[in-house]
């Protein structure tokens, strides 16, 4: 039995990740059933015994992107080794990287703008990371690192918004953008509006800490 479960498993992760490379290459709408079979190597009787419809499949992915987003703030907002705003500069660099490499978070981004998912807008991915970056400046706020007088609801929907914008045009480019870079270079100008005069002193003579870098083969 329990190795049946095991089986069951592997085959239900290997339909949702070969779904997501193909809701992320092609969109929702385009999305052909077949290549995320041949991409899974399931059958189709597989496939509809874990997942009832193409909609039961896409929600399978975002819900899948959005642990992964749990899992990563979780080990941003808990670095004590750094300040907030250099965990803040981790946890945004990581999101970039996963939207760079990992095929279920580049999907969730393709999906959320599709009519059948415009719901989900709210519970996903940009929701928990925008939650920890608020929770984070808070942490900064009291630690005397913002400055006087500062909206902290004002920082996390602007930064958001710089964000979602670059990485929207780094779909719609045809050039090669460095998204992290892009990433960085957005959340430093709003934290020069935002950070303590004697922050960003010591930022702009230390630079960012090698800590506060995802790791690329994390």
């Given amino acids: 039995m329990a190795r049946q479960q095991e089986r069951a498993r592997r085959t239900r992760a290997a339909i949702v990740e070969a779904a997501a490379v193909e809701f992320g290459k092609r969109g929702y709408a385009a999305a052909s059933v077949n290549a995320i079979l041949e991409g899974s190597h399931a059958t189709k009787g597989a496939m509809y015994f874990h997942f009832e419809s193409k909609e039961e499949l896409g929600r399978a992915v975002l819900a899948a992107a959005l642990e992964k987003f749990k899992e990563t703030t979780d080990r941003w907002t808990g670095r004590t080794d750094l300040d907030p705003f250099e965990a803040l500069h981790g946890l945004i660099d990581d999101v970039a990287r996963m939207f760079l490499l990992d095929a279920i978070v580049q999907a969730e981004f393709r999906l959320i703008i599709e009519p059948e998912f415009y719901a989900d807008v709210q519970d996903g991915g940009a929701r928990v990371w925008g939650s920890s970056a608020r929770d984070l400046v808070q942490q900064a706020q009291r630690q005397g690192l913002v400055r006087d007088g500062v909206d902290v609801d004002k920082f996390t929907r602007v930064l958001a918004a710089c964000l979602a914008g670059q990485r929207y045009m780094a779909d719609l480019t045809a050039q090669q ?42």
């Fill in 177 to 218: 953008v460095d998204l992290r870079a892009r990433f960085e270079e957005s959340l430093e100008v709003v934290l020069e509006g935002l950070a303590s005069d004697s922050w960003l002193e010591n930022w702009r003579r230390e630079g960012w800490s090698a800590a506060a870098t995802a790791a690329d083969s994390a």
